[in-house]
């Protein structure tokens, strides 16, 4: 089984609509992050959290919030989404000192 | 923040042939750690590499091997005797540890490579 498991791994959604992206891992690691991938522009950090009582906002978070439910469990919501959201995003896992971080299999969304 | 640049958007090269891909940055903290992610098709991020800025050795792992060079902020990937699965995206990413417990990647753009039989 995967470490860190992304759902839906594809999603299509209007303008507008509600929609959240949920990650879970079973590495046991305290951090956990969402990053969203475009063309061209790499991997750009939405949201990060190093442990349940902790968030923090990345280098793009407007139009995003999260929920860290559990040491396991962390959730990506667009509350409305808007077709410039349409990527590809990625949660990832890392260990208290450690810094590399290992990645779900990402989810495609798609906003029309 | 840190800034990444990846010079080369795309790369192709023959299979066995060797590769390598270019990544310097800018950084103004003297600790900190430095990764390669490699994306195949299937857009899966896989860590390939790993080096700590405080290590003067180049870290190795198999056919994959740095070079890294800490006053130019240079941080380069070599790939030896390429092979058809080689094929993906690769991205340079350094961290940045500059309070403690605050680490965070940035990433690159990104270079596509191409291995041709």
């Known amino acids: 089984d995967a470490d860190v498991t992304q759902t839906p791994r594809n999603r299509i959604t209007k303008t507008g609509k509600r929609i959240m992206l949920e990650c879970s891992q079973t590495?046991?690691?305290?951090?956990m992050y969402w990053y969203r991938q475009d063309p061209g522009l790499g991997l750009r950090l939405i949201y990060y959290?190093?442990?349940?009582?902790?968030?923090n906002k990345g280098e793009i978070s407007d139009g995003y919030s999260v929920s860290r439910q559990a040491q396991a469990k962390f959730s990506l919501s667009l509350e409305s989404a808007i077709p410039n959201q349409t990527a590809l995003y990625f949660c990832?896992?890392?260990?208290?000192?450690?810094?590399?971080?290992?990645f779900g299999p990402g989810t495609r969304l798609t906003v029309t | 923040a840190q800034t990444v640049t990846q010079s080369q958007p795309e790369m192709s090269v023959q299979e066995a042939e060797t590769v390598t891909l270019s990544c310097t940055y800018d950084?103004?903290?003297?600790?900190?750690?430095l990764f390669w992610y490699k994306q195949p098709p299937s857009r899966q991020m896989i860590l390939v590499i790993r080096?700590?800025?405080?290590?003067?050795q180049n870290a190795t792992e198999n056919r994959f091997s740095v070079n890294f060079q800490k006053a130019a902020k240079s941080f380069s990937l070599k790939i030896s005797d390429s092979q058809l699965g080689d094929t993906a995206m690769y991205f340079c990413?350094?961290?940045?540890?500059?309070?403690?417990?605050?680490?965070?990647?940035?990433f690159g753009t990104g270079t596509r490579l191409t291995i041709i039989p």
């Open positions: 990832a896992t890392s260990d208290t000192g450690l810094h590399e971080q290992y």
């Open positions: 990413a350094p961290s940045s540890i500059s309070n403690f417990g605050n680490e965070k990647l940035t």
């Open positions: 590495k046991g690691h305290d951090r």
């Open positions: 080096q700590e800025a405080y290590k003067q």
């Open positions: 959290s190093f442990d349940v009582k902790d968030i």
């Open positions: 950084t103004s903290e003297n600790n900190y750690y």
